[in-house]
């Protein structure tokens, strides 16, 4: 995390192509924008140069989802080379990924895929969060994907699971309340409780997003769609979440049936009048450090229905 | 105590059925039980889907000319016989088009292969790096001697293709610019020239046999002087034909001298390096 940028971001918006020019000309408080970086990992062209147009403006996140970094496969270091040099062009404020996996035999689904959460994947995590801090050189933030399996064998709780990620490894999260909403749904738990289980300390960011009721199993299944507006219920869990933690850059995902970027600046307002209601203000974080306080091993946008293509619409010809 | 459930025998299970041609049965009895759960379906699709909307996005062009419903079709076969192997998206279907050459379905449009490659290479220049262009004037000064001899290298966002057969290149612009009439103004081969302007974005225009003779001969590194009697055949064989978009093609005369001008003032080369009488520092 970049210190001196992060300490000024109130709540953001994923940022679409066809918001790029109304982005620039937005002069909010506390406003910043959320990217996938799979998008922008080009050699040149309109979408650096756009990319650079809103970085001069407002401060950036790289949100990847391809990295998967609990798969079977090694990290790509050309993908970590890419994205290193993103980073020095941009400059972001946050870089984050997922706790989650994509990638097998050199072959990429465009998914978050879940993992069972053992101290295999405790180990894998560790080593490959370290190998992409230690290159970025800097903090980067791990997000709870959304859950539609109830899988056998897991020896943590997910919320213990990535607290023990972050303190072996140096990194934060970014809790993504959606996801939790939607996850307890599935799965059938008590969102609150989870989200309470959550390091605070270690907590960078927080994602709000809308989901859906599958077509085929209606409410039983809750689809993690990034397709409407926040719902209710989860903006209920973040305004306690804040209260609770103090503020922390909260971001808007919107990926389906895109508004104008005026309905998004909207909904975006309310997250940020909850910040300043919860005490917002410029937020000190300690600087990425390696490996953190190791202690023993004892005991993983998400954006259903396309992960990363929604930003591949509306390019410009 | 229970046996720790192997990572990576669980992600292989779990890949074998995301990739699987046809989902599994949820009541075979053989299948893992979060297999039956009515959320494993939700990763299969989100996967597929996101898949085939990659390539709907990467194939304008082709989703015009066949339909949506079409297209998709055609794309998630292309899924499931060739998986994303770049973890960006902008960069998956490669081989896209030459597997809608060998779709049964599509035989009766021999043209789609060569409009989806038009595709293709519009997003190649949009992505491509940035460098600095050549223009007409800054060949002013050269003594025929070092032109003849001159290697001109090409603008990275340069792209081109000539089809000799089929108006592939009107038909992707009839698609790309939503002509109100699709059908091309002639049926005979013609070609497309991509560039991008000095604000990024990507523009098109026909392009002659004799442009893309030119074009072809210096990207494979030949002296200017060489690539230009290659132009002039080219367009000494080809003149006795009517090009009909001799108006707005950069290249429509014979004179390989007014092909180059045409392509140099749509910056389609770069500065070349310091080993060329084209910098200040040459002759070392």
């Known amino acids: 995390m970049d210190l001196t940028q992060a300490a000024g971001l109130g709540a953001g918006l994923g940022l679409k192509p066809a918001h790029y020019d109304a982005a620039c000309a937005c002069s909010a408080s506390g406003l910043w924008f959320e990217v996938h970086p799979e998008n922008h990992l080009v050699e040149g062209g309109p979408r650096l140069a756009w990319l650079e147009a809103v970085r001069e403006r407002h401060p950036l996140s790289l949100h990847g989802v391809s990295m998967s970094l609990a798969g079977p496969d090694e990290p790509d270091p050309l993908h970590l080379e890419r994205l290193a040099a993103l980073c020095e062009r941009v400059q972001p404020a946050l870089v984050s990924e997922h706790l989650a996996w994509s990638v097998l035999d050199g072959h990429c689904a465009p998914d978050l895929l879940p993992i069972v959460r053992n101290r295999q994947a405790l180990v894998r995590l560790e080593r490959r969060i370290d190998q992409v801090q230690e290159r970025l050189q800097r903090r980067i933030a791990i997000e709870n994907p959304s859950h539609y399996l109830a899988l056998p064998g897991h020896e943590w709780e997910e919320a213990d699971f990535l607290n023990t990620l972050a303190r072996r490894s140096g990194c934060g999260l970014l809790l993504d309340v959606n996801n939790v909403y939607v996850s307890a749904h599935n799965l059938g738990f008590d969102p609150w409780p989870v989200l309470c289980a959550f390091d605070p300390d270690a907590v960078l960011e927080i994602h709000l997003a809308g989901h859906h009721a599958d077509p085929q199993w209606g409410e039983r299944l809750l689809i993690d769609s990034h397709a409407s507006a926040v719902s209710e219920g989860v903006w209920r869990l973040y305004q306690r979440l804040i209260e609770r933690l103090g503020p922390r850059p909260t971001l808007i995902e919107r990926d389906g049936d895109i508004p104008p970027f005026a309905d998004l600046l909207l909904e975006r307002a309310r997250a940020q009048r909850g910040l300043e209601d919860a005490g917002w203000h410029p937020l000190g974080v300690a600087p990425w450090h390696r490996g953190g306080t190791a202690d023993a091993v004892g005991q993983q946008d998400s954006t259903r229905w396309g992960v990363q293509t929604d930003a591949f619409g509306g390019w410009p010809a | ?284």
Not at chain 2, 141 to 150: E, S
Not at chain 2, 157 to 177: H, K, M, N, Q, V
Not at chain 2, 186 to 194: A, I, M
Request: hydrophobic share 45%.
């Open chain 2, 1 to 284: 105590m229970k046996p720790q459930l192997d990572l990576n025998g669980f992600q292989h299970t779990f890949w074998a059925a995301l990739w699987a041609p046809e989902p599994a049965p949820a009541s075979a009895e053989t299948l893992p039980e979060w297999q039956t759960q009515p959320g494993w379906q939700v990763y299969r699709n989100t996967v597929l889907k996101g898949c085939v909307d990659a390539l709907q996005a990467n194939f304008p062009a082709v989703t015009t000319l066949v339909g949506e419903a079409c297209f998709r079709a055609c794309a998630l076969d292309y899924v499931h016989a060739h998986p994303p192997r770049d973890r960006r998206l902008l960069c998956y279907g490669d081989g896209f088009p030459d597997f809608l050459g060998r779709c049964a379905a599509l035989v009766s449009l021999p043209y789609l292969p060569g409009v989806a490659r038009l595709d293709w290479l519009w997003n190649q220049s949009h992505s491509a790096a940035e460098a600095p262009r050549l223009w007409p004037e800054d060949l002013g000064g050269l003594a025929a001697v070092d032109l003849a001899a001159l290697r001109l290298p090409l603008h990275p966002a340069t792209r081109w293709a000539w089809f000799a057969d089929l108006p592939i290149g009107s038909l992707w612009r009839a698609a790309r610019e939503h002509w109100d009439d699709p059908n091309p103004p002639h049926w005979q081969g013609d070609g497309l020239l991509f560039t991008r302007t000095q604000d990024g974005a990507v523009q098109w225009q026909p392009l002659s046999q004799a442009a893309a003779a030119l074009l072809d001969a210096c990207a494979r590194g030949l002296p200017l002087g060489v690539a230009l009697e290659q132009t002039l055949e080219v367009a000494l064989r080809v003149a006795p034909q009517t090009d009909p978009d001799a108006g707005t093609n950069p290249a429509p005369g014979p004179d390989p001298a007014q092909t180059l001008h045409a392509l140099l003032s749509l910056g389609v080369f770069c500065r070349p390096s310091v080993h060329s009488p084209l910098c200040p520092e040459y002759p070392a």
